[in-house]
Structure formats: C-alpha cells, structure tokens
Nanobody, 124 residues
Framework: QVQLVESGGGSVQAGGSLRLDCSVSGRTYTTRFMGWFRQAPGKQREFVAYVTWSGTNFAYADSVKDRFTISSDNSKNTIHLQMNRLKPEDTAVYYC?????????????????WGQGTHVTVSS
C-alpha cells in the first residue's frame, strides 16, 4: 500500500543528462529497498538500480554503472535517479518501485508497489 509517482522523463540527445524523481507516499514503514527499473518496447522489464531507504546500500546494473546514481531523501520521501552520459540504448519507460524485503533485489517480482512510469528517449 505504497503510492509512487515518477517525474523528470523527457527527450535528450546522446551524452546528455536527466534526473528522474519518485515521490513515495502511503505505508512507507514497510519499505526497506527502493529500486529503478526500465522497460523498452518489446523487452522485459530490467533492473537499473536500488537503494535502501536509509541510503546506505546501493547496487547498479552493469549497463548503467558509473553513469547513473540512485539516491533517497527520507525527509522528502523521494527517490532520485541521476542519469548522465545517456545513450540511445537507455531509451525506455522508467519505473520506481519499493520492496519490503530485508535485502536488495534485482528482480521485479520482489517489489511490492510500482509507479506509473516516465518516458526517457535518447536520440543519437
């Protein structure tokens, strides 16, 4: 019973940057990890990054490592994904999600609630 709303998506040229934001509300006391996933047309949803609610533990997919940064802001109940040096293959709908698991996960099925998604398009 957590509500998430993403924002910040848009269209950029390769090499550019975007910051995605996710507002979290509801029963956040059950949340231990927050993640970002993405899904391109015709492809399965894939893991991008996760962070603990405390912001002390992180993980990134190899495809975005050293380019994307995930962070959380407990005081504002928000999750952020700073995306730098964007590539055309980063084009997808990006989703934020939360999990009540006691450990981080790369698998979408381990997340309990999802946002509606925000579109990111990177042109070459």
């Amino acid at each position: 019973q957590v509500q998430l709303v993403e924002s910040g998506g848009g269209s950029v040229q390769a090499g550019g940057s975007l910051r995605l934001d996710c507002s979290v509300s509801g029963r956040t006391y059950t949340t231990r990890f927050m993640g970002w996933f993405r899904q391109a047309p015709g492809k399965q949803r894939e893991f991008v990054a996760y962070v603990t609610w405390s912001g002390t533990n992180f993980a990134y997919a190899d495809s975005v490592k050293d380019r994307f940064t995930i962070s959380s802001d407990n005081s504002k109940n928000t999750i952020h994904l700073q995306m730098n040096r964007l590539k055309p293959e980063d084009t997808a709908v990006y989703y934020c999600a939360v999990s009540s698991l006691g450990y981080g996960s790369w698998w979408p099925k381990d997340y309990d609630d999802w946002g509606q998604g925000t579109h990111v398009t990177v042109s070459s």
